[in-house]
T-cell receptor
Framework: DGGITQSPKYLFRKEGQNVTLSCEQN?????MYWYRQDPGQGLRLIYY???????QKGDIAEGYSVSREKKESFPLTVTSAQKNPTAFYLC???????????FGPGTRLLVL | SQQGEEDPQALSIQEGENATMNCSYK?????LQWYRQNSGRGLVHLIL?????REKHSGRLRVTLDTSKKSSSLLITASRAADTASYFC??????????FGSGTKLNVKP
């Protein structure tokens, strides 16, 4: 059963804490993406990676970090520097440049 | 910014009616895609239209693209209550980076 999985579904962060969101794909896609979605809004690009061991900042990278050590995995860390992290986070992958993006089910991050 | 913008922001229709959503963007594109999002879920790809295409169909969906006006439209014919969702257009640049609009929220009343 191919696709993208994200975990956890809900994540709670305490003040000053770093948290990591997981994204795994078994579609053999090279490119992977992280987006942030605020209520009633569209998607904003945080980071993307076109190949293993390489990634680029998106439009709102401040306060976030990523790694791409394996083709299948692209975890996102929300650091304590991100002052307003409450949002819905979506991971996606594509099979080629400009092709269809496949999305995971999302992780909702809430601040305690 | 290359970000697309959908119009209208919200649309409410009766089941069986057609729904039309529009998307405008600012710079040249390779492809334009439409996605659907049910509340609290991930996005699902609906249709991709390339910059050299003018119209594309998929089931009850019809997409048009006018590159001279930098705009696209998505038509859903004979709408159903299950079509209730948010619809987003997305464009891509030459560097495999995607730009999403803020979406049209469609409500189909049974």
């Amino acid at each position: 059963d191919g696709g993208i999985t994200q975990s956890p579904k809900y994540l709670f962060r305490k003040e000053g804490q770093n948290v990591t969101l997981s994204c795994e794909q078994n579609l053999n896609h090279d490119a992977m993406y992280w987006y942030r979605q605020d209520p009633g809004q569209g998607l904003r690009l945080i980071y993307y990676s076109q190949i293993v061991n390489d990634f680029q900042k998106g439009d709102i990278a401040e306060g976030y970090s990523v790694s791409r050590e394996k083709k299948e995995s692209f975890p996102l860390t929300v650091t304590s520097a991100q002052k307003n992290p409450t949002a819905f986070y979506l991971c996606a992958s594509t099979e080629g440049a400009g092709e269809t993006q496949y999305f995971g089910p999302g992780t909702r991050l809430l601040v305690l | 910014s290359q970000q697309g913008e959908e119009d209208p922001q919200a649309l409410s229709i009766q089941e069986g009616e057609n729904a039309t959503m529009n998307c405008s963007y600012k710079t040249s594109i390779n492809n334009l895609q439409w996605y659907r999002q049910n509340s609290g879920r991930g996005l699902v790809h609906l249709i991709l239209i390339r910059s050299n295409e003018r119209e594309k169909h998929s089931g009850r969906l019809r997409v048009t693209l006018d590159t001279s006006k930098k705009s696209s439209s998505l038509l859903i014919t004979a709408s159903r209550a299950a079509d209730t969702a948010s619809y987003f257009c997305a464009t891509d640049d030459n560097f495999n980076k995607f730009y999403f609009g803020s979406g049209t929220k469609l409500n189909v009343k049974p």
